[in-house]
C-alpha cells in the first residue's frame, strides 16, 4: 500500500531563503510525482509535474527532483517570497486507476 | 479555457438532508475523480469517474454517498442523509487521461465546502 510522507510539516522561513521541501513514498513503482499548492480555503494549483524517467523538472524559482530507487523527492524554492506562503502537497498515483495519494503537506510561512 | 468549475462553493445543510455537488471538468477532460479534505487531515480519495462510468470508487463510504458523470452536464456527489462528520471540502478533479499515466497532471477545481449543522 503506498504512503506518501512529508516532512517537514511546517516551516517559517525569513523572506529571500532557499529553502527543501522533502516528499518520500514507500512504492517506488510510479509513473509520476505531482507538487501542488494549496491556498487557505481555496483548491490545489499544480506545480509541477515529474515524470518516472526524469530527474528534476523547473518552473521558475521552483526545482523538483525525484529518485524513484529511494523513494523521495524534494521542491527546491529559491529566494522565498511572502507570496509562496502556502501549503506544499506532493501526491503520487497508485494502482492502475491513476488515484493521486497526498502527503500530508507542508504549511510554509514567508515572513517578510 | 475555464478551469475545474465547482459549486456551490460553500453549502450548508442539515442532518438528515441531502447534499449535491457538483463539477464541471476542464473542456476536452473525461476524467474525473473527487477527493475529501476533512478538516485537519489530508486529502483522501473517493471516486474516479470517465464519462458514464464508475472506474475505482475504493474511497466512497459504502452507504450514503454516490457519484455519476452522465454523458451530458457534470459530474454529481451525492450525500444522503448528511451527518456533522460529512463536514469537509469536497474537491474535484479533472485529466485528459488517467491520472497516472505519464504526463497528465490533475487539474483542481476550487472545492465545495460542505457544513452539516
Known amino acids: 500500500k503506498q504512503e506518501v510522507t512529508q516532512i517537514p510539516a511546517a516551516l517559517s522561513v525569513p523572506e529571500g531563503e532557499n529553502l527543501v521541501l522533502n516528499c518520500s513514498f514507500t512504492?517506488?513503482?510510479?509513473?509520476?510525482l505531482q507538487w501542488f499548492r494549496q491556498d487557505p480555503g481555496k483548491g490545489l494549483t499544480s506545480l509541477l509535474l515529474?515524470?518516472?524517467?526524469?530527474r528534476e523538472q523547473t518552473s521558475g524559482r521552483l526545482n523538483a527532483s525525484l529518485d524513484k530507487s529511494s523513494g523521495r523527492s524534494t521542491l527546491y524554492i529559491a529566494a522565498s517570497q511572502p507570496g509562496d506562503s502556502a501549503t506544499y502537497l506532493c501526491?503520487?498515483?497508485?494502482?492502475?486507476?491513476?488515484?493521486?495519494?497526498f502527503g500530508q503537506g507542508t504549511t510554509l510561512q514567508v515572513k517578510p | 479555457n475555464a478551469g475545474v468549475m465547482q459549486n456551490p462553493r460553500h453549502l450548508v445543510r442539515r442532518r438528515g438532508q441531502e447534499a449535491r455537488l457538483r463539477c464541471s471538468p476542464m473542456?476536452?477532460?473525461?476524467?474525473v475523480y473527487w477527493y475529501r479534505q476533512l478538516p485537519e487531515e489530508g486529502l483522501k480519495f473517493m471516486v474516479y469517474?470517465?464519462?458514464?462510468?464508475?472506474?475505482?470508487e475504493s474511497g466512497m463510504p459504502k452507504e450514503r454517498f454516490s457519484a455519476e458523470f452522465p454523458k451530458e452536464g457534470p459530474s454529481i456527489l451525492r450525500i444522503q442523509q448528511v451527518v456533522r462528520g460529512d463536514s469537509a471540502a469536497y474537491f474535484c478533479?479533472?485529466?485528459?487521461?488517467?491520472?497516472?499515466?505519464?504526463?497528465?497532471?490533475?487539474?483542481f477545481g476550487n472545492g465545495t465546502r460542505l457544513t452539516v449543522t
Open positions: 515529474i515524470q518516472s524517467s526524469q
Open positions: 501526491a503520487v498515483p497508485s494502482s492502475n486507476t491513476g488515484k493521486l495519494i
Open positions: 512504492d517506488s513503482a510510479i509513473y509520476n
Open positions: 473542456k476536452g477532460h473525461s476524467h
Open positions: 478533479a479533472s485529466s485528459p487521461r488517467k491520472a497516472g499515466d505519464i504526463n497528465s497532471p490533475l487539474h
Open positions: 469517474l470517465q464519462k458514464e462510468n464508475i472506474i475505482d
